[in-house]
C-alpha cells in the first residue's frame, strides 16, 4: 500500500471518529468507544479495496456481504456509508431518533445491513449462513469451492463478519465457528475486535491473541493475527495476504485494538462501555483530532466484471424459478401416498418437504441432528445438496435459516418443540431482520409419552404466538400436515408447525383445502338427541382426535358436541370463529400444552377482544408436571384425553 | 488394579449391559445403545473407588457428585444403583412406566439424580456450577485450592460430568469449558463417551481425540484420554493418575467408545440410536452375553471420615444460617434510602441485593456482563466471594444457577429480559430440576426506547408464564422493586421479576407491603364527578405510571379510573381481582410487552375462566414492530402511554 493510500485511509479514520462522536453525543445515547476501536479495520477493508460492492444493488449475488455482529458499533457503520458518500452528516444525525433509519442497532430499514444485530453473537452464524448460501447459488452444493473460474480465478463473494472479543463469550459463536471449519466454508472471514474491555470490566482473554488463535485453530479456521489494530498498513497487509491466499478454510482476523482508540480520556478506560460524551466533551475531542478533512470520500470497491456477470446470471436463474414457482404455487401440493392408516404428523411433513423440493429448487432445509425424528431425513436423501446438518446446534441453526433467507432461500428447519426453545432469542431477532423461515417442531406435548417432560414441547405455542408477526400452523392429521407444510412454504416471516410424534388418524380426504387463517368445523348428527345442547369443543393437533371421540363417547347423551380443529392458532380466523361463538357460547379448549400462552389464551384474548359473551368456558391443558409413561395415560393424567372433554361437557 | 478387580469389575459390566438391555426392551422405548457405550466408564468410576458417595446421604456436602449430561443413557445410571444394591431388579422393570422415578430422561424423582437433565449441552454447566458451590461452601469463595487440608492432602469433592460426544456441538457446553478453565474450577470432572454416532449421523470429530484435545486444551482444561474405553485397566489408570495429580485446573477424560458395545449387531452400527430390541432379539443377546452373575455387587466408596466431618462441619452452619434466616424472614427488608425523586427499578432492585446480602449469606449473584445496567455490581462491589462473573453466556449463567441452587444458595440473576429468551431451554429445565433461582429481566419494553428492538424485552412475561410453576413479580417504583425483591428471595422456584431501564416516579410508602398473590389499587376521587363511570385500568411497571397521567388526565370529565398495579402478574390474586372486575365491569389493561403471552393474556383466561361477565375489554400492548426513539415517543407509538390509555377510556 503506498503512502498516499496510507494518508487517505487515516484522514478517513479521523473523520469516521468525527461522525462517531458528534451523532452519539447528538443523539444522548450510543457506543462511542466500541466504534472507535474498530475504525481502522473497518476504514481499511471498506475503502483500501477489499470489500466489493455495488452501492446501487446491494442485495444482488456478486456482492461482498457484510455484518456488523457487534451491532452497537453501529455509529461507525452509518459513519462508513456517509464517508462513502451515500447519506449525509444531516441524515446520519438523525442517529437513533424515532423514524430513522439509524437506529440503535443495525436492523434492515438501514439498506446496507443484512439483518438485525444487537444481541450479541449470532452474527457469525449469519454469515455463515450467507456464506454457504453463496456456494449454493453460485454451485448448488457447498463443499469447498473458492473461486468460481479455475482460469480467471476472481474469489467468490466473501461474508464479512465484524465481531467483538466480548462476544465470544456466547456458545452460538462456538457453535458457528465448529460448524464453519467442518464445512470448510472458505468464504466466511470473521474479523475479532480484541480490544479487551466489555461492557463492566476484561474479557475471560484479555489481549492474548495467542489464546483466541489456539482455540480458532483448533476448530479448522485459518487464523490471521494484527498486532496493532489501529496500523492501517499492518491490517492492509494482513487482508491483503489472507484474500490472495485464500486458503480452502474460514478465515479469521484477530486484532488487538483499544477501546475508545484516539481520545486520551476513553483509550482502555473502564466505565465507559455504552456512554457518550457531553457536548463540552465533545469539543475537547475535537480539539484532540485536529484538522478534520469533511470532503474526503472513501471509495467501495465495485465487483468485477467477470463476478458481476456470473452473479447476475446465478440472479437470472434464482428469478426464473420463483416465476414459475409462483405459477405452480395456484395448484396446491398433495402427498402422493393414500394410506388410510394413522400417520404422526411429523412424517407427512417430511413427506410434503420432498414433494416441496421437486419443483421448488429454492427450499434449503436445515437439521440439528434430529431428521430421523421430525423426518426431515426423507428429504436428505433425496436433496443432499439442498440439506444441511448443523449438528446439536439449534442456535446456530436458526440464524444459519437467517442468513440463507437474506439469499431468498425458503428455508425448513426442525428439531423437537422443545428444543426450539434453546434458539427464542435468535427467533425474536429473525423478526428484526425480516427473515421467511419456516420452523417445525416435533414431538410436542405430552403425549410423546415414554421420553419424558425435558422431551416435551410445552411452551412452544406460547414462544411463539408472542413473537408479533409470526404464523403458527397445528396440523391434525397426515392430510392437513401436508397441505399445511405446502401452505407454509408460501407464507412470509416465521411460520412455526406443531407436530406430533405419535401417529393419528386420517380425518381428512385428500382433496381437502386449508386456507390460512382457517379452521374445520366437525359437527355430528346426533340423532338420538336433535335438540341436544350444544357444545363447542376447540381442539388442535394431537387433541382433535381425543375431541372426536369423545364427540361420539356422547352420542347416547343429550349432548352434541360441536369440534374446531384450530389447526391455525395464529392468526385465528376471526369470523369464522366468531360466529361460532356466538352460535355456540358453551365452550370448551383443550390443548396439549401448559395453560398460559397456548390456544386457551389466544381464544380467551379473543374472545374479550370481540367483546362476545360466554356462557361456560373451560380450559382443559396441562396442569401438572407430566412424567414417563404411555402417551394416553399421559393424556388422562393432564385431563386432556377424550374422557375428560366427555367429563367437561356433562359438567356444563 | 489387581486382576481379582478387574474381572469382578468385568462381571459387573456384564451384569449392567443385561439390566440395560432387558429394561429398555420391557419399557418398549429408549436408548440402549447410548447406554452400552459408557458401561465400563461408570463402572469404574463408581466401583473402583473413584466416586465417594454416601448412599444414605446423596445430598450431603461432603460427597462426590455426578450428573449424567447425556440423559438418555439413563438406563445406565439406574442399573448401577440397581447393582450396588440399592433398587431391585423388578423395580428396574418399571422403566418408563406411569409413576416410575424411573423416567425416560432422569429427574430428581430418582433420588441419586441431581438435577433434570434430557436437553442436551446443559450438563456441564450445571456441574461447574456445583462445583463452584462447593467451594463457596467450604472456603466462602471460588479460587483455585484443590485439597481442603493441606496436612492430610484429600481432594475436596468433586463434581463428575458424563458428557455424550454429539452434545459438544451445543455452544452452552463451549460456555461451561470456557468459564471452568477461566475460574480454574478443579473439582470438576468431564467424561466424554466418544462413540462417534449422534442420533443420526457420524459427529463433526468422529473418533478423533486428538481434534478434542486441541480444544480442551485451548480452554486450559487438563485432559487425559482413554484410547479404549471398554478397557477397565486402562480406564482406571487414567481416572488414578487424574485424581493423584489433582492438576489445579479443570479435568476431562475422553474416551474413545463404540455406540451398542458388547452387542455384536449393535456396535458402532448407525440407525439404532434410541432403539430398543425385540423380545426375540433380546434373547439373541442375551446368549451373546454370556453367563451373568446376577448376584454380583458394586460398592460405592463411603467419603472419608475426614471430609465426612468438614462436610458435617459446613453443613451445620449453613442449616444454622438457614435457621436464622427463617426467623428473619418475617420481618421484610426495606431499602434505607428515603429519595423521592423517580428511581428504576432496577437500581432498587440492585440495592435491595446489597441490603438482603448483609444477613443472607447465602444468596449468590450471578451476571452475564451486564451487571453494571441491571444494579448487581452493587452487590459485587460489596460481596465479591458470592458474585460470580460468567461473562456473556446466559445459558450458562442458568445452568450454573441451578448447579449452585442443588447446594441451597439462594441464586439471583439477570440480564436485559431480551437476553434471557437466550436461556428459555435452561430456564424450562430448572423447573424439572426443582431449582429455586431468582431471575431478574432489566430493560423490558419499549420504553428503553433508543436502542432499538433488539434490547427489549417484549416476550419475556409470554416466556416467563409459560413455565408451569413460575412467579412473576413486576414492580413499577423503588418501593416495590425492593419489597418484591425481598420477597422474591423467600419464594420457592423460578421467580422472575421483570425490571424497567427508566426511572419511573416514587408511588409507594417506605411501609406498604406486597404480598404474594396480591395487586394494589389506586383510586382517586373524582369529586366534580362523583358519579362518573367507572373504568379499571389493569396496568403494571412502566404502564402504571401511565395509568395514573391518564386518571388525573380525565379529572374534568364524567369518567373515574380505578387504576390496579398488578404487581404480580403469576400467580393473580383470584380473589381481590374477582371483586374488582365484578364491581367495574369496564376493562382496560395496558402493558409494554408485545400482545400475546402477557398480562392481557393471562387476565382474559381468567375472567373467562372464572365466567366473570365483562361490558369492556380493551387490551393496548405493544402492536408494531417498535423503532429507537424517546421512551415517551414509542410509548406514544404503540399507543401504551396516557394519552392512550385517556383515548380508551373516552371511548368505552
Redesign the interface.
Known amino acids: 500500500m503506498d503512502k498516499e493510500n496510507q494518508e487517505k485511509l487515516k484522514k478517513i479514520a479521523k473523520l469516521l471518529r468525527y461522525y462517531i462522536l458528534l451523532s452519539t453525543t447528538e443523539?444522548?445515547?450510543?457506543h462511542p468507544t466500541s466504534s472507535l476501536s474498530s475504525v481502522e479495520l473497518l476504514a481499511t477493508l471498506f475503502f483500501a479495496g477489499f470489500f466489493r460492492q455495488d452501492l446501487k444493488n446491494p442485495k444482488a449475488l456478486y456482492n461482498d456481504r457484510f455484518i456488523l455482529s457487534k451491532?452497537h458499533a453501529s455509529p461507525l457503520l452509518y459513519s462508513l456509508y456517509t464517508v462513502a458518500g451515500v447519506f449525509t452528516k444531516e441524515a446520519l444525525l438523525t442517529l437513533?431518533?424515532?423514524?430513522?433509519i439509524?437506529?440503535?442497532?443495525p436492523?434492515p430499514?438501514f439498506p446496507y445491513a443484512e439483518v438485525?444485530?444487537?444481541?450479541?453473537?449470532q452474527g457469525l452464524s449469519i454469515g455463515l449462513g450467507m456464506a454457504l448460501g453463496i456456494k449454493l447459488r453460485f454451485f448448488g452444493h457447498y463443499r469447498p469451492v473458492s473461486h468460481f473460474f479455475s482460469t480467471q480465478p476472481e474469489p467468490l463473494p466473501f461474508v464479512f463478519v465484524l465481531l467483538g472479543d466480548?462476544?465470544l463469550?456466547?456458545?452460538?459463536?462456538?457453535?458457528a465457528i465448529?460448524?464453519g471449519g467442518?464445512y470448510q466454508i472458505d468464504n466466511l472471514v470473521a474479523i475479532v475486535d480484541v480490544s479487551r474491555l466489555?461492557?463492566?470490566?476484561e474479557?475471560?482473554v484479555g489481549w492474548n491473541l495467542s489464546?483466541y488463535q489456539?482455540?480458532f485453530?483448533?476448530?479448522n479456521w485459518q487464523v490471521y493475527s494484527v498486532r496493532d489494530g489501529h496500523d492501517i498498513e499492518e491490517i492492509y497487509n494482513v487482508y491483503h495476504r489472507l484474500i490472495k491466499e485464500n486458503q480452502p478454510w474460514p478465515k479469521v482476523v484477530l486484532a488487538k485494538t483499544i477501546k475508545g482508540k484516539g481520545i486520551s480520556f476513553l483509550e482502555d478506560k473502564e466505565g465507559w462501555?455504552g456512554k457518550v460524551l457531553t457536548e463540552t466533551q465533545l469539543k475537547e475531542t475535537i480539539k484532540q483530532l485536529g484538522d478534520v478533512d469533511f470532503k474526503i470520500k472513501g471509495v467501495i470497491q465495485q465487483p468485477k466484471k467477470i463476478l458481476i456477470e456470473a452473479g447476475n446470471k446465478v440472479d437470472e436463474k434464482t428469478v426464473l424459478v420463483i416465476k414459475k414457482l409462483q405459477k405452480l404455487a395456484s395448484t396446491s401440493q398433495s402427498p402422493s401416498s393414500k394410506e388410510k392408516n394413522p400417520v404422526a404428523t411429523r412424517e407427512a411433513f417430511g413427506q410434503s418437504l420432498v414433494d416441496l423440493g421437486l419443483t421448488d429448487k429454492d427450499i434449503v432445509v436445515l437439521?440439528a441432528?434430529?431428521?430421523?425424528?421430525t423426518y426431515e431425513?426423507l428429504f436428505a436423501r433425496r436433496f443432499p445438496n439442498r440439506f444441511i446438518?448443523v449438528?446439536?446446534?439449534e442456535?446456530?441453526m436458526v440464524s444459519i435459516g437467517v442468513g440463507l433467507a437474506c439469499l431468498g432461500f425458503k428455508v425448513f428447519l426442525s428439531s423437537f418443540s422443545?428444543?426450539l426453545?434453546?434458539a427464542?432469542?435468535q427467533i425474536?431477532?429473525a423478526?428484526?431482520s425480516n427473515a421467511h423461515i419456516k420452523i417445525a417442531g416435533s414431538h410436542a406435548g405430552v403425549s410423546i409419552?415414554?421420553?419424558?417432560?425435558?422431551?416435551m414441547g410445552?411452551?412452544d405455542l406460547?414462544?411463539f404466538?408472542?413473537?408479533?408477526?409470526s404464523t403458527i400452523l397445528y396440523p391434525a392429521d397426515k392430510v392437513s400436515s401436508a397441505k399445511l407444510t405446502s401452505m407454509a412454504n408460501k407464507l412470509p416471516g416465521i411460520v412455526y408447525l406443531r407436530l406430533t410424534r405419535e401417529k393419528t388418524p386420517v380425518i381428512y380426504s385428500e382433496e381437502e383445502e386449508f386456507p390460512i387463517p382457517g379452521l374445520k368445523i366437525h359437527s355430528r348428527e346426533n340423532s338420538n338427541f336433535p335438540n341436544g345442547k350444544k357444545i363447542l369443543v376447540i381442539a388442535a393437533g394431537i387433541t382433535l382426535s381425543e375431541a372426536l371421540k369423545a364427540q361420539r363417547n356422547l352420542i347416547g347423551k343429550n349432548i352434541n358436541l360441536v369440534v374446531v380443529d384450530l389447526y391455525c392458532p395464529?392468526p385465528l380466523d376471526r369470523n369464522l370463529l366468531k360466529n361460532l361463538i356466538k352460535t355456540y357460547p358453551k365452550i370448551i379448549v383443550v390443548e396439549d400444552h401448559?395453560?398460559?400462552?397456548?390456544i386457551?389464551?389466544?381464544v380467551?384474548?379473543f374472545?374479550?377482544?370481540e367483546?362476545l359473551?360466554?356462557d361456560?368456558?373451560?380450559?382443559l391443558a396441562?396442569?401438572k408436571?407430566p412424567?414417563?409413561?404411555?402417551p394416553q395415560?399421559?393424556l388422562a393424567?393432564e385431563e386432556i384425553d377424550h374422557q375428560a372433554i366427555t367429563r367437561a361437557a356433562l359438567a356444563i
Open positions: 443523539a444522548g445515547s450510543g451491532g437513533r431518533k424515532f423514524g430513522s439509524f437506529e440503535g442497532h436492523s430499514k438485525a444485530t444487537g444481541s450479541l453473537g466480548s462476544e463469550a456466547e456458545g452460538q459463536v462456538w457453535e465448529s460448524l467442518h466489555g461492557q463492566t470490566a474479557t475471560m489464546n489456539k482455540k485453530e483448533a476448530f462501555h437439521d441432528e434430529t431428521a430421523n425424528s431425513d446438518e449438528f446439536i446446534a442456535q446456530n422443545a428444543f426453545t434453546r427464542f432469542d425474536r431477532m423478526q428484526y409419552g415414554y421420553d419424558g417432560p425435558s422431551q410445552l411452551e406460547a414462544m404466538s408472542s413473537i408479533l408477526t395464529k401448559y395453560p398460559e400462552g397456548g386457551g389464551s389466544l380467551s384474548k374472545i374479550l377482544e367483546n359473551s360466554v361456560h368456558f373451560i380450559h396441562c396442569r408436571i412424567t414417563s409413561g404411555l395415560e399421559l393424567y
